[in-house]
């Protein structure tokens, strides 16, 4: 099974502040990764797949890069909304998830 | 714009089984993967396991294999997951989730509200 690890567990930030997570695979995924936003009590929100393609509807400010083990999602400015916790998602071989990235008001 | 609309919550003893659907509206059902996946309190997303309603033979999870059991009704275009010999650590909130694109087991986009079941004696 392919393993995803996310870091950091736990990031802060600001509003207005460019933010990075990183997510490695334990073996090539080649590009499929997807990533999700979440919001507590609700279901995930897809935001990107095929590692670079932003979904439809999902504000440009949120950007994927990465193939092979590594990979990164960046929001360039961050916004109030932003503020929730982040799970990247490959499904190569077929599913699994990172364990997710808390991203806090600092 | 097709929905996902799931069964209520749940409370079960240990070692009973629960069974959850998802029954899908305002699109098309049969080519569309639909997964299950859970979340335990506190915790992250962990897939359990999908199935093409088409095709009809599920894959799911090698941890729940043996455990879990995943069916599409196309005449209600419903799928549902029974999970079996119920432990504590299987409360949590189970997710279905369609996939962006069919025939294949690719990202989700459409879910539903989720399904919370607790297990407890």
Do not use: H
């Not at chain 1, 950091?8 to 997570?21: E, F, H």
């Not at chain 1, 499904?91 to 998830?97: I, L, R, T």
């Not at chain 2, 997951?81 to 299987?90: G, P």
Request: charged share 15%; proline share 5%; with cysteine.
């Amino acid at each position: 099974d392919t393993q995803m690890t996310q870091s950091p567990s736990t990031l802060s930030a600001s509003v207005g502040d460019r933010v990075t997570i990183t997510c490695r695979a334990s073996q090539s995924i080649s590009t499929w990764l997807a990533w999700y936003q979440q919001k507590p009590g609700k279901a995930p929100q897809l935001l990107i797949y095929k590692a670079s393609r932003l979904e439809n509807g999902v504000p440009s400010r949120f950007s994927g890069s990465g193939s092979g083990t590594e990979f990164t999602l960046t929001i360039s400015r961050l916004q109030p909304d932003d503020f929730a916790t982040y799970y990247c998602q490959q499904y190569d071989s077929p599913y699994s998830f990172g364990q997710g990235t808390k991203l806090e008001i600092k | 714009q097709v929905q996902l609309v799931q069964s209520g919550a749940e409370m079960k003893k240990p070692g009973s089984s629960v069974k959850v659907s998802c029954t899908a509206s305002g699109g098309t059902f049969s080519t569309y993967t639909i997964n299950w996946v859970r979340q335990a309190p506190g915790q992250g997303l962990e897939w359990i396991g999908g199935i093409i309603p088409t095709y009809g033979a599920p894959k799911t999870a090698q941890k729940f294999q043996g455990r879990v059991t995943i069916t599409a009704d196309e005449s209600t275009s419903t799928v549902s997951m029974e999970l079996s010999r119920l432990r504590s650590d299987d409360t949590a909130v189970y997710y279905c989730g369609r996939t962006i694109q069919a025939y294949y087991f690719y990202p989700m986009d459409v879910w539903g509200q989720g399904t919370t079941v607790t297990v407890s004696s």
